[in-house]
């Protein structure tokens, strides 16, 4: 397989397309919303609820980024806002990346050959989970973050370039931390890569940084209008890097994950530590994308929001690293044979994710199967717990993105404030159901008219 993608020819592109199809194919022939996760649900009910008028962070209260939130209202505007869709955009985002992944090494010449190879291991490795076909908000911003190493590798490898580049190269990653706030992190390894290698005066440094926040101060500006300035701190920026997620998975299953990764990125880099015969300017796009993996890794491993897509900030440095490995190796056949044996380990991972449950809590799985998955069909939900598998066919009210607050309200009886939060709640988000498996309503029946409209049948509240 790596002989055939050594050539350089544009047709070998669509090779790749047909192997980025092969490698989620059974994961779509089960139906793509037997695997959804909580975190995708929460993706989709807010795109519906932005579509429903309803501001991001002022009333959905949501760690997303204005720029993810963007895409999942358009998906509404369009009608695809279904898993399906979500997962056609997935494929569309990870193929541009792809694209660009190629294009990048190719034009800039950062490997021994020019080759297909790097998109190759850019789309195995990027197939080991389930998590990474879904349309998470680093997939969004991938295709920037990208841009933004284009035209740090243009600058590397010309260095009389303009100071556009460096202007660009900020505001491409400005665009992805909009879509993610990880990426934002990435400013740190360019300053230090141009002050020890890079050689260029203060004021570039000035064009870099003032490049990456251009797009905040538009969407500071935005939010400023709208009267939700706070709220876009909070959220965006000091919930996800401060405040542990529900649904944060342990750290031994996100190492499990990253092993292939992990050994893959070290082989390539010892192969390339031997190898005496590259340029200058090959040797410093290695060392700039040496700093990018340590830096991923560490917002990995140091960020409290635990999800196994987060894994994807390391992808571009381990094919990176990965392709040295390959390219570097002297007979072709042990090459094939260690590619060979990646991709069945890829195809192990990639199975067993399957079989994972990716919900945050099964052990309150519907006993009644009365209250089956049709029951939720369409229906927007209040859970004051946890949400259920058999939801993932209906929508969260906006209030669900942050439970603190509905127990925090739930919990005060006697106080206004918190009568008159719940009664906004319930009519304004049109909520059809209620799911109190803690019984925070008890008492509220009475005080909130809205309520009386719901029938009680434990642990559901279900409107008539």
């Known amino acids: 397989m790596?002989?055939?993608?050594?050539?350089?020819?544009?047709?070998?592109f669509l090779a790749l397309l047909v192997l980025l199809l092969l490698?989620?194919?059974?994961?779509?022939?089960?139906?793509?919303?037997?695997?959804?996760?909580?975190?995708?649900?929460q993706h989709k009910s807010v795109g519906y609820q932005m579509n429903q008028s309803f501001d991001l962070y002022g009333d959905i209260h949501t760690t997303l980024g204005p720029?993810?939130?963007?895409?999942?209202?358009?998906?509404?505007?369009?009608?695809?806002?279904?898993?399906?869709?979500h997962h056609i955009l997935s494929f569309i985002l990870f193929a541009i990346s792809t694209f660009l992944f190629v294009?990048?090494?190719?034009?800039?010449?950062?490997?021994?050959?020019?080759?297909?190879?790097?998109?190759?291991?850019f789309i195995v490795l990027g197939s080991m989970h389930f998590d990474f076909y879904s349309l998470h908000p680093l997939l969004i911003g991938m295709p920037f973050f990208l841009l933004h190493w284009q035209q740090n590798f243009k600058r590397i490898q010309f260095q009389k370039s303009g100071e556009d580049t460096l202007l660009y190269g900020g505001l491409f990653l400005g665009i992805a931390s909009l879509a993610h706030v990880y990426y934002a992190f990435f400013i740190i390894p360019t300053i230090i890569y141009y002050l020890i290698f890079g050689s260029i005066s203060g004021r570039k440094y000035i064009l870099l940084i003032i490049g990456m926040l251009l797009p905040f101060f538009l969407g500071i500006m935005i939010f400023l209008y709208k009267g939700n300035i706070n709220e876009f701190f909070y959220y965006f920026i000091f919930k996800n890097l401060w405040i542990e997620s529900m649904q944060a998975i342990p750290y031994?299953?996100?190492?499990?994950?990253?092993?292939?990764?992990?050994?893959?990125?070290?082989?390539?880099?010892?192969?390339?530590?031997?190898?005496?015969?590259?340029?200058?300017?090959?040797?410093?796009?290695?060392?700039?994308?040496l700093m990018y993996g340590l830096v991923a890794l560490i917002v990995i491993v140091a960020i409290p929001d635990r999800t196994y897509s987060n894994l994807l900030v390391f992808?571009?440095?381990?094919?990176?690293?990965?392709?040295?490995?390959?390219?570097?190796?002297?007979?072709?056949?042990?090459?094939?044979?260690?590619f060979l044996l990646l991709l069945a380990t890829v195809i192990f991972y990639q199975a067993t994710s399957f079989n994972e449950s990716n919900w945050m809590n099964t052990s309150s799985h519907l006993k009644n199967k009365k209250y089956g998955e049709s029951s939720f069909q369409g229906k927007t939900i209040l859970s004051t717990v946890e949400i259920l598998p058999e939801m993932r066919h209906g929508l969260l009210a906006p209030a669900y993105m942050h439970q603190r607050i509905i127990k925090g309200h739930m919990n005060r009886k006697n106080d206004f404030e918190s009568k008159l939060w719940?009664?906004?709640?319930?009519?304004?988000?049109?909520?059809?159901?209620?799911?109190?498996?803690?019984?925070?309503?008890?008492?509220?029946?009475?005080?909130?008219?809205?309520?009386?409209?719901f029938k009680k049948?434990?642990?559901?509240?279900?409107?008539?």
């Open 315 to 338: 992808l571009p440095v381990a094919a990176y690293l990965g392709t040295h490995a390959f390219l570097l190796m002297r007979k072709s056949l042990w090459a094939e044979i260690y």
């Open 67 to 85: 720029l993810s939130g963007s895409y999942f209202y358009a998906l509404d505007w369009l009608g695809m806002n279904t898993y399906v869709g």
């Open 252 to 289: 031994q299953k996100i190492i499990y994950l990253s092993i292939p990764m992990a050994i893959l990125a070290i082989f390539g880099f010892l192969k390339y530590n031997g190898f005496l015969r590259f340029k200058n300017y090959q040797n410093n796009h290695t060392r700039l994308s």
């Open 457 to 464: 049948r434990p642990p559901f509240y279900i409107k008539d």
């Open 2 to 12: 790596l002989t055939f993608f050594k050539i350089n020819d544009p047709l070998r």
């Open 103 to 121: 294009r990048i090494t190719q034009e800039y010449k950062s490997f021994s050959e020019v080759t297909y190879i790097p998109g190759l291991i």
């Open 422 to 453: 719940l009664h906004h709640e319930i009519t304004r988000a049109d909520i059809d159901l209620i799911y109190d498996a803690e019984g925070l309503i008890k008492g509220w029946e009475d005080q909130i008219v809205e309520l009386r409209e």
């Open 23 to 41: 490698m989620r194919l059974p994961f779509y022939w089960g139906g793509v919303d037997q695997h959804s996760s909580v975190l995708q649900l």
